[in-house]
């Protein structure tokens, strides 16, 4: 993204407008976690089920602190074997993340790899919502165009900004729990589980975001 676009991401964000950019893999919608009217502008433009937590993107790996009870080291060594990139780590929210974005009261954080979304929250400073951008039940998209025609009515109305170009498609982020036992693969994704089976013992089971 140029400059001057990622600084008009940036002033979306901070007027609390919801921003569609690619990520790792697909397109995702980007709001301010910390600020509940961005995130009803993100429920609006795609709803959630009671029990769908959304997954959330890094600035930084020190404002993971922020986001959850506690830090275990068991997912700081996860976090320096895999990060930044592909790899959500779910762990107990903090009471100050707003419930809508969590899941049996757990939050789902990533500080992601190279793409335009890491570019535009390391450019905002605090965390950004990463669910895909498509509305529900609907493929996941990977190009501007097909994110304008799936929400033609917010973007005309200036309540979604869509970053132009493509993201590269293939596997969502691997969905990791850290628990007491260890931990628990929710969904496999573009980090494996043989590569996570190489420094760690996991197991699997069904999805949780």
């Known amino acids: ?4 676009s990622l600084e008009k991401a940036v002033e979306a964000l901070q007027r609390g407008l919801v921003v569609a ?7 995702g919608l980007l709001a301010d976690v910390t600020s509940g009217a961005a995130l009803s502008a993100l429920f609006t433009l795609k709803p959630r ?3 769908q937590g959304v997954p959330i993107l890094l600035p930084n790996r020190a404002v993971w602190s922020s986001l959850i009870l506690e830090l275990p080291d068991l997912a700081q060594e996860l976090a320096d074997a895999f990060w930044p990139g592909p790899l959500t780590i779910v762990l107990p929210a903090s009471p100050q993340v707003d419930r809508r974005l969590l899941n049996a009261g757990t939050v789902a954080v990533r500080l992601p790899g190279p793409c335009l979304a890491a570019d535009v929250v390391r450019a905002f400073g605090r965390p950004l919502t990463a669910t895909s951008a498509n509305p529900p039940g609907a493929t996941p998209p990977t190009r501007d165009t097909e994110v304008r025609a799936a929400f033609r009515v917010p ?7 869509v970053a132009e170009g493509a993201a590269p498609g293939g596997q969502p982020s691997t969905l990791v729990a850290v628990e007491a036992a260890g931990l628990k693969v929710l969904r496999e994704g573009a980090v494996t589980i043989e590569q996570l089976n190489q420094r760690f013992t996991c197991c699997v089971r069904a999805n949780g975001f």
């Open 21 to 27: 950019a690619p990520t790792e893999s697909f397109f």
């Open 155 to 161: 973007v005309e109305q200036g309540r979604l900004l």
């Open 49 to 51: 089920g009671p029990h």
């Open 1 to 4: 993204m140029r400059v001057e």
